[in-house]
């Protein structure tokens, strides 16, 4: 059961979008609509911001600047509008049968 | 609202066993679709999923570290125990608990740091 590949980093200015992909297999990401994505600051606990693919948690406005999507084996997170509070390192998860499995982790920056 | 809070050794010497203990409110884990799960995090290194507790006691492990880990629920305290044998210097890490609704850990504990050193 190896990790979710991640990129390890990806940057972008303020304003700007950017997308983190987070790709598995049949056996996890593209066997289930279960894949969340966690937003972790550092010397902080992970925070829920996306699940289900694409759900926001409640309350849903405070995360309408993240969305979710999966193609096959691949879950991608995208974070439009940037700001400088989003820099942080963001880790995506996927359910896989009764177990979970999460990825390497990206750690974005906002120039 | 949903809390959770880890707690246990902050030191532990290698092959010692680590138990922690994971005290919830907020919720029942006696709940149909509920959980309690243990993430581990060695120090600028990603996340990894441990164990996890369902509300009928079902229990899964991570394969990778199976023969090493055991949760236990204590229901009628509200707490979930892990232990983890034969400790060892790549097992320091933060090690929080979450809870698990059907799918998806929601809600996190703040951690706590266990360091394996002699």
């Known amino acids: 059961q190896s990790a979710l590949a991640q990129p390890a980093s990806v940057s972008g200015s303020p304003g700007q979008s950017i997308t983190i992909s987070c790709t598995g297999t049949?056996?996890?990401?593209?066997?289930?609509?279960?894949v969340s994505w966690f937003q972790q600051f550092a010397g902080k606990a992970p925070k829920l911001i996306i699940y289900?693919?694409?759900?926001?948690p409640w309350p849903s406005e405070n995360f309408t600047r993240f969305s979710g999507s999966k193609s096959g084996n691949t879950a991608s997170l995208t974070i439009s509008g940037l700001q400088a509070d989003d820099e942080a390192t963001y880790y995506c998860?996927?359910?896989?049968?009764?177990?979970?499995?999460f990825g390497g982790g990206t750690r974005l920056t906002v120039l | 609202q949903i809390t959770l809070k880890e707690s246990g050794p902050t030191l532990v010497t290698p092959t010692e066993t680590l138990t922690l203990t994971c005290s919830f409110s907020?919720?029942?884990?006696?709940?149909?679709?509920?959980?309690v799960g243990w993430i581990r995090q060695p120090p600028g290194k990603a996340l990894e999923w441990l164990a996890l507790?369902?509300?009928?006691?079902?229990?899964r492990y991570s394969p990778s570290l199976k023969n090493r880990l055991s949760i236990t629920r204590d229901a009628s305290r509200d707490q979930v125990v892990l232990a983890m044998t034969n400790m060892g210097p790549v097992d320091t890490a933060t090690y929080y608990c979450?809870?698990?609704?059907?799918?998806?850990?929601?809600?996190w504990g703040l951690g706590t740091l266990v360091t394996v050193s002699s």
């Open positions: 979450a809870h698990w609704d059907s799918r998806l850990f929601d809600s």
């Open positions: 507790i369902f509300w009928d006691d079902y229990k």
């Open positions: 998860c996927s359910y896989a049968d009764a177990a979970v499995i």
């Open positions: 289900d693919v694409n759900k926001w």
């Open positions: 907020g919720f029942s884990l006696s709940s149909s679709g509920v959980g």
């Open positions: 049949n056996s996890d990401v593209g066997g289930y609509d279960y």
